[in-house]
């Protein structure tokens, strides 16, 4: 609940972009684990800001240290706490934003709900909180690498520039290889050609990142209201500027019939497999052994370089003016925000398979 | 976790489809509610099978019993239990699918899961589960009506018919006045001319349920993890069949830019509003006040009533037939339990807020 | 959290003592746990009223159904829904309750709580809600019998009649052969004379339930906030009536000094064990594979038959006269419960437990 | 669940005595709360060591740092993280105890459990980890003084040493002017002797802790699991060394009769009181607004300066020898402890209840 996500391996985030760091607890992590502090640290630069021209340009330096839960390069059982200390942190001047609510933020909705903000920054709504996570995540990629589990997520579409092609097409090892992290080069290339051309125009745009799980054991998720798509579906729309979910054949497939639709079973030596794969991998909410394959839609950037209509919080009209260094698109460095909350559900939903029989 | 849903309000239901009966515990709703009992059962009316040419000609009888929790009219502050009691429980013969695996359902995954299943009838992985969530919704209904919060849900979209409207062009008392649950007459012919000719064709479509609540309060949602629409999304992918969620602009919004997607603020008497509403009443996770939007897919039906190819569960070749009666599209059934998780997530989450401040 | 008890295998009770029904919801049990309805009759049975001399003459019939979670006899890992109807419901007159608060009841507490109270019978305070508590324990116990865990409880203590044994030199099969349910006969027979004298004058007194528990596996228990002692603690606090708990030494530990109380290790063959169990079998926390050992204090019970000091919902002064048919003792009738909530406990950490290594 | 306590306004806490550092998340903390991180620094004197000749020697510096969720002096409804950075960390010779298991210590069972175990001091059983809990007392402390509530712990007994008065005989202002902070001036002198003399005898003892709140409003408290004094037990329970907990009447209460036992309810002004408080202030579990009082009793320290028999991780014999700096009395230190988890539970139920009403 609020800031801790899971059940048995859960992550807890705290902190903001202008206190003095931020962090989080990953609790109920096996004892056992590898921990590769090198690892976490090649995580949060994948996430970090000013990695490329179509980033924003805003450094920040997301030096991290483990504070507790592992004692001679392995988890202990008990909590690990890591902890990113906020460098960038100068006075500046907040005077235009701090009485003004910019839109499409969560300016207005923090003041209404707690009746005080820290409006530097955004505060929990920062997209520096998901730096948190993506140290958490990083947890439980280690923890599922060592059960053969691999998740990777990449670019599929920004703006209306559409990657057509099926995942199982392209080859995930090229995605680091664009700064746009498209395995493709061809979409790629248009793709960043885009961002640029909005960046400059001072305006943003959306995308869409897809990702596929590999080698996820059969049995994950629960019968109910925990199927394996609905904690995906709510740990991908809990990521800032995220609208829409969909899995397997998703929005497209209402469009189908049963029978074109449904994923016919065979025999491939002892294992059972599925002909098609529209069910994206999950059936009645548990894995089948298929790739889970989904799909996340990021909303444009709600902070542009340009002015606009806003009122105060005296409620009198205001302008907003753009200012600062802002990404044209998020969902370049939202790939390894995705992976890292799917890895947190996939371990999650491993230890608590254990429950399921006797 | 597991059967429950919720934080402070909350349901946990039980039951399968071929056991004594189903149910649901509502724990967690304030004392002073007036309990409508007929609501209840109208609620429950609009789930159930066999209301139209379009819809299972199975029947159900959804007599419910509240066990505890209602004193003269009133909750009490104490659990609520709603048993529904199987009545339809002959004999049947099983043996068709007893030890086959239906494509497409939870039936090859339950059995790796755990290891025994009841195969009569889908065990919970049955819709008929979802009678429970209905009932135990229709409670968070008279909970939320004594707010001024209203929930509208209806079929937007069956098969590739997709009604073009916006929202708000649309009369909401018209939805149940068609047997497809569509507010809009001519999208509803079409729907259900496809629909019945799916039927026919002993094959089935999918569709899509939009939702729209009203008169929500400022404030609702958790900054973090449990935004709002991360709940509602989670809520909604709990329910059978549903592969996707959006809420606001959603997928399409993806295309959008910033200057274009962002909602301006202005005053309008005492109230700071939005002059448009891509945010779907959502900022930063958070209730704004504005209409709350959003759209949930729906796969096609698994059971169709052709032969399909399969396994059984000594991984042998095997023929799957279609047998018994069964809904050719789900949603017009499934608009009542959008609406009930739809409102047992705000009853939560209005709840959740009483905390937010001193 | 409220009426839910448990982290992974869980129980949720709802039901008053004159509404329809009570019963409990199973959640997280294991597939494959065989279900003997007999065992759960029996169970009930020990807790039921009306036993023997010594306890309330009320009769409760406490015949109760299985509405789910169960196949061919073993559970299938969906909830198992357990409902045991009220039948002695014939509308009784409360007016000499109904706006009266008996003296140290939760009359009042629940009227100021919730401001709407069902005044018939006590409601969720009613001790007829440890019926459902004994049922899930049942099922707890099933499943902890496939494991070898077995538990035993007794009443160690009636007022000031004391068994001053260590619960070693006694024989827990003699425990259901004494209408007190202690193993002990000339104790045994010192308590049935004091509590049938006390119920004599129209009164009550205390008494103290011991418990242990033998087979636990080693390793169950959370290092810090749960740990296993800090479960059963809050199990046994939930209870009706119980005014304490300890463990191990106890309170009387406290005098002790610290080379008398450690506990030293030895090896036994290829096992590690303590030459003495002040630890109670749990240290830092964790079951350490020793018998778990531990002591339940109860009031006196509330409701005497005499005339007593008190007010009415109004605030005017009342008396509170004795009527009907009550314990004058609980703790005979505890025996079944303090086991019962031990199971649950024991039964969750032994799930709890599978996730802490890799 | 796990290190986490709480269920609205709760705390995480992490770390170990040998990483580099442990802290606390504070999460459900309402907006609005006026944070004096004085305040934090005194309660965390408190419980710091070396402060006289009856506690360790140790020296621990509690210096802390707020990372996040305070701003401008003003909690923001955000986690507040504060983290105790390890000073004393020098690599110290553990050989003596790395391989072997300290009796009565956590060593063995946290071997079992995680299979790896950081032996350097104790791991999360050392009482170091208490640190964070008193910082997050603290701030429960702050929400509480805001709505009138105090609570005040002391030490009752020590060894056999036992205060005899009644806590409304006692001028709690006293109890921080003696070094074993006991508000009674002959009974404190009697119990530090008693320490002193065990602490030359390289020997430990036990004590007991009294607690009261005082100004807790009427209604805190859940009907059945989380009865108030069922969390208050399992708070004091989690605490290290705890080996008993009762309220009210306690163990001793079992003694008595109802007629003497029960509560008789009178009006005083608009105000109804209870004649004598056997009830410990909580009534079927929830606060009836007189003191709320409870007892807790704490076994003696199992770190002696003596040699023990004790076993090594290879199953040998092995003798465990003293040495360090340790408290020969828990219970001074523990006073702000019990009251920091006291002030822990009720923070909580006071938001809890905040949802029992519409």
């Known amino acids: 609940m609020r800031n801790t996500f899971g059940n048995v391996f859960t992550i807890t985030t705290f902190g903001e972009s202008h206190g003095k760091g931020l962090g989080v607890i990953v609790d109920g992590c096996p004892a056992g684990v590898t921990i590769d502090e090198r690892f976490i640290a090649q995580e949060l630069q994948r996430r970090k800001p000013g990695q490329s021209k179509i980033t924003t340009q805003r450094k920040e330096e997301d030096a991290f240290e483990i504070l507790s839960g592992v004692f001679e390069g392995k988890s202990t059982g008990t909590p690990i706490a890591i902890v990113i200390y906020n460098t960038d942190q100068k006075s500046k001047d907040y005077s235009h934003i701090a009485d003004k609510f910019r839109p499409s933020h969560a300016d207005f909705t923090y003041h209404e709900k707690f009746g005080v903000r820290d409006y530097r920054g955004g505060g929990r709504s920062s997209a520096r ?79 869409v990142v897809s990702c596929v799980a590999q080698g996820v054991p059969i049995g994950l998720g629960e019968p109910v209201f925990d199927r394996l798509h609905a904690a995906l579906g709510h740990a991908m729309l809990s990521i800032n500027a995220v609208k829409g979910f969909e899995y397997g054949s998703g929005f497209e497939g209402v469009k189908m019939k049963g029978s074109e639709h449904n994923d016919a079973f065979y025999r491939e ?61 998020v969902v370049p460095r939202a790939v390894p925000i995705v992976e890292s909350m799917c890895a947190l559900v996939l371990a999650d939903y491993l230890l608590l398979n254990r429950s399921s029989k006797i």
């Open 129 to 207: 909180e998901t730096a948190a996570r993506v140290a958490g995540g990083a947890i439980a990629k280690l923890l599922l690498s060592q059960y053969g589990v691999s998740i990777h997520a990449y670019v599929s579409q920004a703006g209306h520039i559409r990657l057509e092609k099926h995942y199982s097409e392209l080859d995930f090892s090229r995605t680091e290889g664009t700064i746009v992290r498209c395995p493709d080069a061809d979409a790629a290339e248009q793709m960043i050609a885009l961002i640029d051309e909005t960046r400059k125009n001072r305006d943003t745009i959306g995308g």
């Open 269 to 329: 030596g002892d294992k059972i497999k599925t002909r098609t794969n529209h069910s994206g991998g999950i059936q009645g909410g548990i894995s089948n052994g298929e790739d889970i394959y989904f799909r996340v839609a990021f909303k444009p950037v709600a902070t542009i370089m340009q002015d606009q209509e806003s009122v105060d919080t005296r409620g009198d009209s205001a302008i907003v003016s753009g200012k600062g260094r802002h990404d044209p698109c």
